[in-house]
């Protein structure tokens, strides 16, 4: 399960032969998922070696040319596929269907994910258990560095501990496939037996398998989704609902759902409480911010 995204991708793309072209949305189909057309976009963006990984070759899908990643911009764009025999005229590429490449050598890893959640997902559980403590997490990012604030508070939102943590992602953005970016490193660097808030869904995700839920099956440890911006389901009062069952609650503008190792109603009381006294992720962001701030400062 644990993928470096940039590198697959960049291998596809040195899949496109001289005198071809692709689109974003070809390229999302072949990593499994079209939703993943604008990560696509990204990672062409961020491509380290072009020419080598030729993303002149990446083009919209009304043969339109789209962006280019170089000082010379969409020029340089069209004079490297003027160069390999693409006839461009007015932006856009002429014979486009004829010299279209759709035939990638492809796992579709993200469709490989998707077919491990079920198999995880099978693992929440919605009981209660008992934990050490209460940690907070966010993270701040600055290209492809993330640095992870774990914030270790009691009941009353009071700062016990902190721990401080970067890393260089290998996954880039993917609407609900965020447990693939951040979920990752969460794993990789807590250990311990606490309950953990996670900026994210729990079981409140198109697939039931949240950010929130993917770290609480993995390491086996309670875990708390909230997120601050809604991506699934049906708010009626302080519910949110996927049909007729429960996901998550609604609190001061604020989308709880439980992970896993903890249940729906202990979710609701522990959130309550401590939003009485602020928002710990919140809190954990300034953290992640500040721990950013002072390591490009050290740079």
Known sequence: MDIDLYSYFYDLVKQIPKGMVT??????????????SR?????LAENPTPIIVPCHRVIKSDGTLGGYNHPFGTNKKIELLESEGIKIKN???????????????TEFPLKKLRNDEQILKEKISLNDVNYDGIVAIDGSYNGRTIYLS???????????????????????????????????????????????????????????????????????????GIAKSHLFGDI??????????????YIQNRYISPGSNISMESSFILIKKLFKKGDPIKLAHIYANRFMESEQQRQ
């Open 23 to 36: 689109t974003y949305k070809e390229l999302a189909l072949a990593l499994g998922d079209q939703i993943a």
């Open 91 to 105: 932006g856009v590429v002429e014979n486009f269907n004829e010299i279209i490449f759709k035939d990638f050598k």
């Open 39 to 43: 990560a696509v976009g990204q990672m």
């Open 236 to 249: 009626f009062n302080d519910k949110i609902l996927s049909g007729n069952a429960q996901i998550g609650w």
């Open 150 to 224: 774990f914030v270790k508070i009691d009941e009353n939102l009071k700062i016990l501990d902190i721990k401080n943590y970067k890393d260089i992602v290998n996954f880039p953005y993917i609407p609900t496939y965020f447990s693939y970016r951040e979920g990752k490193e969460i794993i990789k660097f807590y250990d311990g037996n606490d309950l953990l808030l996670i900026d994210g869904n729990g079981i409140m995700h198109p697939r039931g398998f949240g950010l929130a839920s993917f770290v609480g099956v993995i390491k086996n440890i309670p875990t708390i």
